[in-house]
């Protein structure tokens, strides 16, 4: 059955902006944890400074996993700032992964700037994405008396994150990758590291196992819509909006959802689509044209309908996690309407 959606998730700009002025101390003092030259190519790709260490006034990234990790605490009925550490340490390895991703897949740009490898050289960003994972852990671990088990929870989930971005790459060498493995890889990539998010403020509250349960799934379920939207975003997103090329998914040949959904209608479309996305790995990317010819064939095949609806499938089953236990009224509620935004989003 569908779940009711709070119409317009309006009070989720109130809850990044609440996330913001909590996390952001604790943000700089994990980054203060490091050495200065490492320090300073953190803070570049956060947006705290420029290239030279000058601050800037950019906010940064969304916050939308700290934020999940604050809400979970308040969920579980207690006070957000219970969650902080947790949302320090999720953010901290969702940007470990972004550095690295940006490295792997030869991103020059994001949010309008150049990449931290672009910049500083890729030898010194895997340090620097090196280290946020490894502070990540370090804030969990001095979050007393949960801080362990919110440890451990994380750690699972970022080896998750890396089996599926293993996964990945492994499919841009495969001729043909199924619906259900992208899906798998998706659930892994991306979901793993929300249901961290959406959880370890309740593991930090020391919550029952059947709370941190169900806001796992409830970020899971998550993970897998944001997912869907993304690869939408990838191939039909505004180079405005997103900060990054139009159709760039496509010209680098990424098997992302709705390409791979198109891929397995089979037919003349898909097997023109085929042609055009599948190749050699040193093929050279695809031009401006044969992008827009792709994008053209996998909505034509259903590809963008498929992803369309599959996230809007796994919103369900994220509001529906969230009702399997007693909740605190006021974060629940947000969490319906972040999941919400996170649906509806344009970047």
């Not at 259900?180 to 998010?197: D, H, N, P, Y």
């Not at 037919?267 to 093929?283: K, N």
Request: charged share 20%.
């Amino acid at each position: 059955m569908t779940q009711t959606v709070p119409a317009g998730a309006a009070g989720v700009p109130d809850a990044l902006a609440r996330t913001r002025a909590a996390i952001q101390p604790a943000m700089e003092a994990a980054i203060g944890r490091l050495s200065p030259d490492v320090a300073l190519l953190a803070s570049y790709h956060l947006g705290w400074a420029d290239a030279q260490g000058r601050p800037l006034e950019a906010p940064g990234g969304k916050l939308i996993r700290p934020t999940l990790a604050l809400l979970s605490a308040e969920a579980a009925w207690a006070d957000a700032e219970v969650g902080v550490p947790g949302g320090v340490a999720v953010e901290l390895v969702h940007n470990y992964s972004l550095i690295h991703d940006d490295i792997i897949d030869g991103d020059t740009e994001r949010h309008h700037r150049p990449t931290v490898w672009a910049v500083f050289g890729v030898g010194p960003a895997i340090i620097a994405g090196d280290a946020l994972a490894v502070v990540a852990q370090q804030v969990l671990l001095d979050a007393l008396p949960h801080g362990a088990p919110a440890s451990a929870l994380l750690a699972d989930a970022t080896a998750a994150m890396i089996a599926g971005q293993a996964d990945d790459i492994a499919f841009e060498k495969r001729p043909v990758v199924s619906v259900e493995e992208c899906v798998a890889m998706c659930a892994a990539k991306t979901g793993a590291l929300l249901g961290a998010a959406a959880s370890i403020g309740a593991v930090l509250a020391g919550a029952p196992p059947a709370t941190v349960g169900a806001l796992r799934d409830y970020g899971a379920h998550l993970g897998l819509a944001f997912q869907a939207v993304d690869d939408l975003l990838g191939i039909w997103g505004d180079p405005g909006r997103t900060g990054k090329p139009a159709g760039n998914d496509l010209r680098r040949r990424k098997k992302s959802l709705p390409v791979v959904a198109a891929l397995a209608a089979g037919g003349e479309d898909a097997d023109e689509l085929r042609s055009l996305v599948v190749a050699e790995p040193s093929a050279a990317p695809l031009d401006d044209e044969q992008v827009e010819r792709a994008a053209y064939l996998v909505e034509a095949c259903g590809g963008r309908e498929w992803a369309r609806t599959r996230a809007k499938s796994h919103l369900d089953g994220a509001l529906g996690a969230l009702e399997r236990v007693r909740l605190s009224p006021v974060p629940h509620r947000a969490l319906a309407d972040l999941a919400a935004f996170v649906v509806d989003r344009e970047s």
